[in-house]
């Protein structure tokens, strides 16, 4: 009898054990986010995670655009929204893309730095403006911030901009994330997360020609 009752405690703690096995299990696989996938055309096609339950798709040739229906925090930004634009690094320089966005590789210090117009536009916007490197799950570059310094100052706010680079392909964008009276409110560590987590989606290689028919058409990028 002694024996049975051991026999039956044993059971119900590995049945205990095993439950909270498959619940945590379970648990886990409800946290992993979902990834969204979309293509630009002309071999451009991004994947990005999606933490914020949000939106992605193409809206033009090499452009698409990330969004959610609210914004992930209380905020006074309007919009939680990321436009991205895809550049063709055989097309245009790396660095003539990379100024566009306001930023300059210095080759020396081996590091990203601002861009000025002018010594003027250095002296005032150097104090509010700070570069940090970018790197995705293939992809690296940089983002800029920078705070408005005229207007009512209720209405200033802080810009984002950044570009990353793969291969011959660059994908650069911006969008205000923070009004500067509201820093509770800031939008950018959920702007990185979405960055952070972009892969470049190469399209897949011509499959080599059947000895007795043409090379395949088929170029069509699959998620």
């Known amino acids: 009898m002694k024996l049975t009752g051991l026999v039956l405690v044993a059971a119900a703690m590995a049945?205990?054990?095993?439950?909270?096995?498959?619940?945590?299990?379970?648990?886990?696989?409800?946290?992993?986010a979902p990834k969204l996938f979309v293509?630009?055309?002309?071999?451009?096609?991004?994947?990005?995670t999606d933490p914020f339950g949000g939106h992605l798709a193409s809206n033009k040739q090499s452009g698409s655009t990330y969004w959610t229906d609210k914004p992930p925090i209380k905020t006074k930004i309007s919009r939680f929204i990321l436009q991205f634009y895809c550049d063709d690094l055989t097309m245009r320089s790396k660095a003539k893309v990379a100024l566009e966005r306001g930023g300059v590789y210095d080759e020396k210090l081996q590091r990203w730095e601002a861009h000025y117009a002018s010594e003027w536009d250095a002296e005032g916007l150097r104090p509010v403006t700070t570069?940090?490197?970018?790197?995705?799950?293939?992809g690296s570059g940089f983002y800029l911030t920078q705070d408005d310094t005229d207007?009512?100052?209720w209405r200033r706010?802080?810009?984002?901009?950044?570009?990353?680079?793969?291969?011959?392909?660059?994908m650069c964008g911006g969008?205000?994330?923070?009004?500067?009276?509201?820093p509770k409110g800031n939008l950018l560590p959920y702007y990185l997360k979405i960055l952070r987590?972009?892969?470049?989606?190469?399209?897949?290689?011509?499959?080599p020609?059947?000895?007795?028919?043409?090379?395949?058409?088929?170029?069509?990028?699959t998620p």
Request: negative net charge.
């Open 15 to 32: 049945l205990t054990t095993t439950s909270a096995v498959h619940a945590a299990g379970s648990a886990n696989h409800k946290k992993e």
């Open 39 to 48: 293509d630009m055309g002309a071999g451009c096609a991004i994947r990005i």
């Open 131 to 138: 570069i940090r490197a970018l790197n995705a799950v293939n």
């Open 151 to 153: 207007g009512d100052e």
């Open 157 to 170: 706010e802080r810009y984002l901009s950044f570009c990353l680079f793969h291969g011959t392909k660059a």
């Open 175 to 182: 969008e205000n994330v923070m009004r500067l009276e509201d």
């Open 197 to 207: 987590s972009i892969e470049f989606v190469d399209p897949p290689a011509a499959s």
């Open 209 to 221: 020609a059947p000895a007795s028919g043409p090379a395949s058409q088929d170029h069509t990028l």
